[in-house]
């Protein structure tokens, strides 16, 4: 690589921090607010984050050993930062609540990991990848689709030790270890199941609209059509079940997908404007038009 090459930015850093002062005083923002609409806009914000950092774990240029342990870190620390800013609003929680503290940095590494699985298999079915398209990239475009029996044996590894983790939580909180072992499992089970399947249909649909498309307005109009009818899709199967009333449940689901379009799709606007491509390896023109587009 030539020395004299311009390093590339980082726009993830810089995201992190925009996130970390968000999350800080959100929940300042938050309190006292009446509008239901604005509330869970504000929630879309905090969802577009781990939204983000699950593309990022899963679609980054860095190696898989280094990427996912700072994505992670840092979704953990986002986290840390939030409960902070809650408890500067509503003060620390009594002694006999102290303990359910535990449950959210011992469960969501699990939940996080379900909620990259339709981007895992995205990227082992086409190989695409995001990459700096102004950087060398060291690494053959065949390796980036390779999952052989050293992978599988580390994801195994890596999904015993989440569970462990997670039965250690069990262990340090006495209230859920008093309960039967089904309910102890099952809100992480229906947690981890939500974050695969809303997963593969919001973050895969902004990937393909803002790198798959090579026409950016395009792109927006499209998931906006989209997130419209999946929008009356859920609003129409509330209705079926118990629940919110349909505008109820349209409110809340318009703000949900307004704050997280927010954040992802321009998070992903800024990575493409700073010269991050969406790199696939099904075929040779496939490469070259993503990267030189």
């Known amino acids: 690589m030539n020395t004299s090459q311009k390093v590339p930015p980082r726009p993830m850093v810089l995201f992190v921090v925009i996130f970390a002062v968000m999350d800080l005083f959100l929940p300042a923002m938050l309190s006292g607010l009446e509008s239901v609409v604005v509330g869970t806009f504000f929630t879309g914000l905090v969802v577009g984050q781990f939204a983000l950092l699950s593309i990022w774990a899963v679609l980054a240029p860095q190696p898989v050993l280094v990427r996912w342990p700072l994505t992670l870190l840092t979704?953990?620390?986002?986290?840390?930062?939030?409960?902070?800013?809650?408890?500067?609003?509503?003060?620390?929680?009594?002694?006999?609540?102290?303990?359910?503290?535990?449950?959210?940095?011992?469960?969501?590494?699990?939940?996080?990991?379900?909620?990259?699985?339709?981007?895992?298999?995205?990227?082992?079915?086409?190989?695409c990848r995001i990459v700096d398209a102004m950087a060398e990239d060291k690494l053959p475009p065949e390796e980036s689709r390779q999952f052989d029996l050293r992978h599988m044996f580390a994801a195994t590894a890596l999904i015993a030790i989440l569970l462990t983790l997670v039965r250690l939580s069990f262990y340090l909180t006495p209230a859920l270890y008093r309960e039967p072992e089904t309910e102890m499992w099952l809100p992480l089970l229906i947690a981890c199941l939500v974050c695969g399947v809303w997963s593969a249909f919001t973050t895969i649909p902004c990937l393909g609209a803002v790198f798959v498309v090579r026409n950016p307005t395009a792109g927006l109009v499209g998931v906006i059509v989209y997130a419209g009818l999946m929008t009356v899709l859920l609003v129409a199967g509330s209705s079926l079940i118990s629940g919110p009333t349909a505008s109820e449940a349209f409110t809340l689901l318009f703000g949900l997908n307004a704050g997280l379009a927010t954040v992802l799709l321009g998070s992903l606007h800024l990575l493409r404007a700073v010269g991050y491509r969406l790199l696939w390896v099904r075929r040779k023109s496939a490469v070259v038009d993503s990267v030189s587009d």
């Open 75 to 127: 979704a953990m620390g986002l986290l840390l930062i939030l409960l902070l800013g809650m408890f500067a609003v509503n003060g620390p929680p009594m002694d006999g609540t102290a303990f359910l503290l535990i449950l959210p940095f011992c469960w969501l590494p699990l939940v996080f990991l379900a909620a990259q699985s339709p981007l895992w298999v995205l990227r082992l079915v086409t190989g």
